[in-house]
């Protein structure tokens, strides 16, 4: 069947990618291929260079050594084109909070080269899916936590991209809206849609991700679907398996220490 | 949004950026959300009920302009006067750019090291050179107002008397001298981001912004000081101390042109009016890649910082502060205020004026008659005129950066918020004013020996009563709870009461000079009316709540 063969075409390749601030290095050769359709749930400890990777592949972050092809193509500052077919949730919610979610939304938009009216139906008609047609006119300073995220999901897809990239998408999210993105996510990826996740919940990433990748030290220390990560490490659950490769295994006793320390009062 | 007719002026250049590989409809896209963010204020949220919704449309930044314009009329006699040209426009440029220049580096710097723009733009399919373009235009914009508003005014008054030439002359200059003025503040910046980061770097820009716009003020008093005021004619010398001056670049050709006058000095200063703007633009394009490089800095947290706890901070605490809340909160506020850039960019600044302010006072007296006579009137007086900034740094307290934290003040457990205010306002005059006081006091012992010590005291104590007034500024609002974002830009009305009230203790102060013993009586007074007065805001000013 073709469409087998369309989802073998690999949308993100990823070569001996190292970067490193200073001394620091952030990632220490990271290989990876992503093929069409993917649920890629990405994930690690803080500082493993999950947000570092992810800034590389929409050209935020220069100066990193391997290569880095997005749509069979090698990135660079002058090639713009393939931001084009990208979206982006950012991890902390940057955005132009002065402006209205119509003004904020149908300039995004435009930036993708799409026309204002269309933009503006489209945002508004997904503001109201979110339940958020109320807030269409008003500043996004005034919002809470969740109806900025959700302003942001509506931006990274205005414009229909083949490839998302969502760093923590959900947090601030109520539990209905969870499940609302989980199955968007779901269909998106059916749709041929290529989504790279990153959490550090892992209950949802266990759930949605077709392949969990797990960055250590700047490292892939497993990469697998979420079965095979289970066989490989005989644990239960993604967080036992998580706590298992990084090889953290203190949790129960750092919580006493804890708790005792708050009842000295 | 609506619709801006400067981008329509902008719009007739479309061909040109079009020619130099700016996707032209989305930089005009850019720009105008940044004039339409920039029209905006920041709604508080802490404080939205019971507040006014949305506001009507206003811009904070026009309203600002128009204060500009009264103030200008100011430089029309500067240029009518009939006399050495080289001089008046000197005398002009040199306030001119000092306006547009403290202006752009207190409100322009965070478009200038914008870095959330990379986040939300280059994520997009947008060329590097339309976001470049995009930020010029929006400076662009930002300058042909300033400048306008600044320059009108005199120049329209200059054009009358002189002709057209000085109309076209100072055109051209305006525009090198704006040039000059961007290029100088990047460099400035890009200096400082290269040889520090993270934190630590902003909080160099930080101080420079403050030294900066105070260096401006003393620089405006050397440049008056270049001519003497009595042969206001021609005694100008060129001397080689000049060269460092801009204003007099940006003045010599009208002085060459128009003036009638030749000689090197002017044709070097002329050159350099036209190639240091022109070479500066040149270097900044040069080095612009690794200024935003380097900007990325700001983002990235730098490695510890650990702060001493300053035992003597302690003991004034304990010293000061009545009851436990007090002290903590004293200790709360002397960390905010130690630690908020934010704070310390919009305040410090008038600390600096505080120190200035005495002596420009004086030196009107010096120029008049001579330093002998100075130091034998009681023109020490003057130190009262440090309290100038009590005023809008009082009124500063309650606002922050991270104003949304004041939640804090709601959920914990405090019988009253009172404390707050007494504690935040005695940190402000321990940390900012008495500092400040000190350095002065010494200055003037020196000058005027050691006789005027009591006034200086009794000033002192005045100037605390004078917070206490001014906590007034702070009435109903919490410290650090507003963003400064809504902060009023302009303090003409606040600075014109304090004026006045300053002017009335100077008055009582210099009265009691001529009683045997009246500074001690005075002193006396002060001290017990400012321990009521402190009393007294504490129960029905901060205690409102």
Redesign the interface.
Known sequence: MTIIETHDEIVLSLKDLKKS?GTKTVLQGINLDVRRGQIIGYIGPNGAGKSTTIKIL???E?DYSGSVEVFGEEIS?EN?????R?G?V?E?A??????TAK?YLT??G????MEFRKTDLKAKQLMGIFGLEEAYH??I??FSKGMRQKVLIISSLLHNPDLLFLDEPLSGLDANSVMVFKDILAKLASEGKTIFYSSHIMDVVEKISSRIILLHEGKIAADGSFTELKERNKEGSLEQIFNQITGFNESQKIAEQFVSIVQEV | ?KDFRSLKVIDLFRGLFERAGVEY??MR??VE?KL??DG????T?FN?QGRKK?KPEENGFMKSLMMYVILSVMLVPIVLFEGNLLFQMSLFFGIVMFIVMTSMISDFSNVLLDV?D???????????KTISAAKMVHISIYLFFLTAAVALVPIGAGTVRHGLLFLLLSLLCLILMDLFIVVLTAMIYYVILRFFDGEKLKDVINYVQIVLSIMIVAGYQVLVRAFSFTAMEISYQAEWWQFLLPPFWFAAPFQLLMGGEKNVYLLAFTALAVIIPLVSIFIYIRVTPAFE?NLQKLN?TGGESRRKERIWKQWMAGAICRSKEERFFFRFADQMMRNEREFRLKVYPSLGMAIIFPFVFMLNDIQINSYAHLITTKWYLSIYTAGMMIPNAVAMLRYSGKYKGAWIYQTAPVKSLAPLYSAALKVFIVNLFLPVYLVLSIIFLIMFGIKIFPDLVAAFVASVLFTAICSNFLKGRLPFSESFADANASGGVKMIAAFLLIAVFIGIHYAVTFVPFGVLLYFLVLLGVTAFAWRYAFRTIWDAH
Do not use: C, H, W
């Open positions: 601030y929409l050209g935020l220069g500052e713009i084109e393939y931001k084009g990208i982006y950012p902390i940057e955005l132009y909070d002065n402006l003004e300039f995004v435009e930036l993708y080269g008003s500043r300073a005034s | 949004m409809p989305i896209r850019i959300v339409t963010m905006r204020r920041t709604p949220i939205q949305e959330k990379k986040g939300i733009l280059l994520t997009k399919p947008v060329g590097k490089r990235s």
